[in-house]
């Protein structure tokens, strides 16, 4: 008699959907994340896995076909064309984000005019990004960890540099503080590109580096600074300010050149410092208890941003990306 059985089902249709056992359920029908990867940063491909981020559910994919299905669609800023001609042009779909995605300065990148009201979020170096992605950053050692041994030094200052630009501020700094002490130059500026092995022997063998970007601006701190940490090399930031910096790593770890009103200050400091082992040392505290990770362009950023999406459904929207980034 199905009239007296009524009340029962739709108790039970009532029910069901306050039940933990059918909330799980349905969840695991749920679909994974979906991020598309629309375009390959640099062109350079990276796994489509995130088996070591702790993250679950997560879909990565380049299969554009994926489009309407996709949560979220990753774009790399240097890859996109002035007249926008490779984004998607079908509709989008209502719970769909589009991730601006950039690694590089404002003053190296182009500023697109038509991308403000495009994206709903942000993944760059940037602290204040929607899903920020520094160069690097410390972790805290394990006993799994070998303790920090200082490699075997033979030169004072090091600076292996590509891009020579005599408008860079570094290379004025440069220019100036070799007056006042010897240093060490390598890499493509100076007609010898390094290999790998040959980039990380250098960054071991010196006691200091100049990790001096070419663009000074917020947060924009790179491997220039985390590749000597990880090898045991004092890195000498020039860059954005030392709060920045110390936003990133300890005060301890490193010297500032603005710690110094001259160029001939720190290369006193640096001499002085070649001489006394014991407070050369110093520099190495953060060791005890952390070790240096780098990021790896494109899969870190993507990663991430699908556990971002998986925790923030509601709306989102960048409405001026060129005031934020480059204004
Ligand atoms: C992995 O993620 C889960 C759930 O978010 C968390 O409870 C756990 O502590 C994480 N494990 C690690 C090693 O980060
Ligand atoms: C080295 O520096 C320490 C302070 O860190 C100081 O006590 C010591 O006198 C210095 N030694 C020399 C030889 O300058
Ligand atoms: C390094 O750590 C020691 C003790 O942990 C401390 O006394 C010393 O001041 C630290 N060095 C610097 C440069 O802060
Ligand atoms: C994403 O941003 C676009 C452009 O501002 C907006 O039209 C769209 O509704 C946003 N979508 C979500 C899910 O936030």
Same mark, same amino acid.
């Given at each position: 008699?199905?009239?007296?059985?009524?009340?029962?089902?739709?108790?039970?249709?009532?029910?069901?959907?306050?039940?933990?056992?059918?909330?799980?359920?349905?969840?695991?029908?749920?679909?994974?994340?979906?991020?598309?990867?629309?375009?390959?940063?640099?062109?350079?491909?990276?796994?489509?896995?995130?088996?070591?981020?702790?993250?679950?559910?997560?879909?990565?994919?380049?299969?554009?076909?994926?489009?309407?299905?996709?949560?979220?669609?990753?774009?790399?800023?240097?890859?996109?064309?002035?007249?926008?001609?490779?984004?998607?042009?079908?509709?989008?779909?209502?719970?769909?984000?589009?991730?601006?995605?950039?690694?590089? !300065?404002?003053?190296?990148?182009?500023?697109?005019?038509?991308?403000?009201?495009?994206?709903?979020?942000?993944?760059?170096?940037?602290?204040?990004?929607?899903?920020?992605?520094? %160069?690097?950053?410390?972790?805290?050692?394990?006993?799994?960890?070998?303790?920090?041994?200082?490699?075997?030094?033979?030169?004072?200052?090091?600076?292996?540099? !590509?891009?020579?630009?005599?408008?860079?501020?570094?290379?004025? &700094? &440069?220019?100036?503080?070799?007056?006042?002490?010897?240093?060490?130059?390598?890499?493509?500026?100076?007609?010898?590109?390094?290999?790998?092995?040959?980039?990380?022997?250098?960054?071991?063998?010196?006691?200091?580096?100049?990790?001096?970007?070419?663009?000074?601006?917020?947060?924009?701190?790179?491997?220039?600074?985390?590749?000597?940490?990880?090898?045991?090399?004092?890195?000498?930031?020039?860059?954005?300010?030392?709060?920045?910096?110390?936003?990133?790593?300890?005060? $301890?770890?490193?010297?500032?050149?603005?710690?110094?009103?001259?160029?001939?200050?720190?290369?006193?400091?640096?001499? %002085?410092? $070649?001489?006394?082992?014991?407070?050369?040392?110093?520099?190495?505290?953060?060791? !005890?208890?952390?070790?240096?990770?780098?990021?790896?362009?494109?899969?870190?950023?993507?990663?991430?941003?699908?556990?971002?999406?998986?925790?923030?459904?509601?709306?989102?929207?960048?409405?001026?990306?060129?005031?934020? %980034?480059?204004?």
């Amino acid at each position: 008699n199905w009239t007296s059985l009524r009340p029962i089902l739709i108790s039970i249709v009532v029910v069901l959907p306050y039940c933990p056992a059918f909330l799980s359920a349905a969840m695991d029908a749920e679909r994974d994340t979906i991020l598309l990867i629309w375009m390959w940063p640099f062109g350079f491909r990276f796994d489509l896995n995130c088996n070591d981020f702790n993250i679950s559910r997560c879909h990565l994919t380049n299969d554009k076909n994926l489009y309407h299905k996709a949560h979220g669609i990753l774009f790399h800023h240097r890859d996109i064309n002035g007249q926008l001609s490779n984004m998607p042009k079908l509709p989008r779909p209502s719970f769909q984000k589009w991730v601006w995605f950039n690694m590089e !300065s404002p003053a190296n990148s182009n500023l697109i005019p038509g991308l403000n009201q495009v994206f709903n979020l942000t993944c760059s170096y940037r602290l204040d990004s929607d899903i920020p992605v520094p %160069y690097g950053y410390l972790e805290p050692v394990t006993s799994e960890d070998e303790s920090f041994k200082l490699p075997a030094k033979d030169k004072l200052v090091c600076w292996i540099v !590509s891009n020579w630009n005599p408008k860079y501020k570094r290379v004025e &700094y &440069y220019n100036e503080l070799k007056k006042h002490v010897e240093i060490h130059i390598y890499g493509k500026a100076f007609g010898k590109k390094l290999s790998d092995q040959e980039y990380s022997d250098i960054l071991l063998s010196c006691k200091f580096y100049l990790s001096f970007e070419n663009s000074i601006s917020r947060d924009y701190i790179t491997e220039k600074l985390y590749n000597p940490m990880g090898k045991g090399s004092v890195p000498i930031a020039l860059g954005p300010t030392r709060q920045m910096y110390e936003d990133h790593i300890p005060a $301890d770890s490193f010297i500032h050149v603005n710690d110094f009103s001259t160029p001939k200050e720190l290369a006193q400091r640096l001499l %002085y410092l $070649d001489q006394n082992h014991s407070e050369y040392m110093r520099f190495f505290n953060w060791t !005890s208890m952390f070790k240096v990770k780098g990021t790896h362009l494109g899969r870190d950023h993507a990663c991430k941003t699908c556990k971002y999406l998986q925790n923030h459904r509601g709306y989102q929207a960048v409405n001026d990306l060129n005031g934020w %980034y480059w204004g």
